[in-house]
Every structure is written in C-alpha cells, then in structure tokens.
C-alpha cells in the first residue's frame, strides 16, 4: 500500500514508452537502470510507484546484448549491481531472451477479441517482464492475470509492474497453478511454429457461460532439418 493509502496498480503501457527504442548501448543502460531500481524497491519493502514502473518497463532482457555484457562484467559485480550467479544467468541468456514487440502483442489480443474472448483468467508462462499484461486492451476484462517468470530479476520487475497480478518466479514446472481454471493461456512459439489450423470448436453453455467457446488448434512445428 503506498503512503496515501492508495494500491498499487498493474502498469498500462502506452505509446509513450517506446519500448525496444534506441540502439544496444541505450537498451542496456535502460536494463541496468531497471536493475537497480528493483533491488532498490526491493530492499524498502514497498511497491513501485507510477514513475518508477515507467523505469522497470525498459527492460528488454538480455537478447542482443553479448558484447555490452561481456565487456561490463567485471564492473557489473564489483559495484554489486549484478551477483556473479546473476551475471552468469544473464549472459546464458544473450540467444534468446528477447523480449516480444509491443506491435505483435497488440496483434495477439487482436486475435483473441476476433474469437470472441472478452473476460476470463488469463495466464501467461515465461512471461518476462509482462508485456503482455501491461498491453491488456480496455476492452477486454482479465478478472485473473497470473505469470510465471523462472529468471529471478526478471520476475521481480514483472511483480512491480503488475502488483494487482499473481506473479510466480519459477520454473514453470514448480508453479502452483489450479486445474480447469484459466481461460486464455499464452505462450509463443516464434518461428519454430510451421502451421496452426483452427480443427474443433466446441460450446457448453452450463460449462462455459452463454457466448463463450472452446477452440481446438493443431500446431505444426517445424521440422529440426528446417
């Protein structure tokens, strides 16, 4: 609770941010300034506020970033920003940790309004810093958002940003999650995905409410050869 009484709410983000702006130097001093300000809220035991939240939101994760990590290491543990083990996780992760662009996010709530979704319990695994929570369309009504996060300063940015939500940093498999609970689950699949073709659409009205559906996909992977 802030000082005014007041609660602490998931972030919105806007066109404002401009997230992924700038070049390698830029995005890595917007991650390490995020750092910081989490381990420094952190410490205080206390929530984020709408400034700072605008801070947490520029991390980008570490995709890109080899050479800018690499030749800051030393400083990153000697001024206590980075652990050794911290350092270690985030240049493990220069192959892939990218974070998803605000435009394809916009485009997969866009695909979920076109079937129909409205309201339900969201969940997202391998959620990062929670884009897609923060890109939550008005229009639709998430009465649940819960993530999950295995990277622990990640996670711990995500929990400032979406206070309101129920943020777990671990590994998917150790989650505590309900079963036949949620109604939208994402995860991406980037180019590894060859075809998802809708094959079955099913309605119960006394299981899922009047207007509401489940849909069946098959997904396609590629092939290792491709």
Known sequence: VRVDGSHPANYRITDADTLGAGGSATKFKRNI???QLAKTITAEHRPATADEQAILVQFVGWGGLKRELSDARQQLIDDEILTAEEYHR???SVQNAHYTSPGIITALWQAVADLGFTRGRVL????????????????IRATTMAGVELDTLTGRIAQLLYPQSH???TG???AT??????????????????EVRLIDRYENDAKFG?????YAYRITYRSVER
């Open 90 to 92: 985030a240049f493990q």
């Open 172 to 174: 998917f498999q150790d």
């Open 210 to 214: 009047d207007e509401r559906a489940s």
């Open 167 to 169: 943020v777990q940093v």
């Open 33 to 35: 300034a995020a750092i």
């Open 177 to 194: 999650l309900p079963n036949d609970y949620f109604d939208l689950v994402r995860e991406t699949g980037g180019d590894l995905i060859e």
């Open 124 to 139: 997202e695994p391998s959620m990062g810093v929670g884009h897609f929570f923060g890109l939550l369309p008005p229009d």
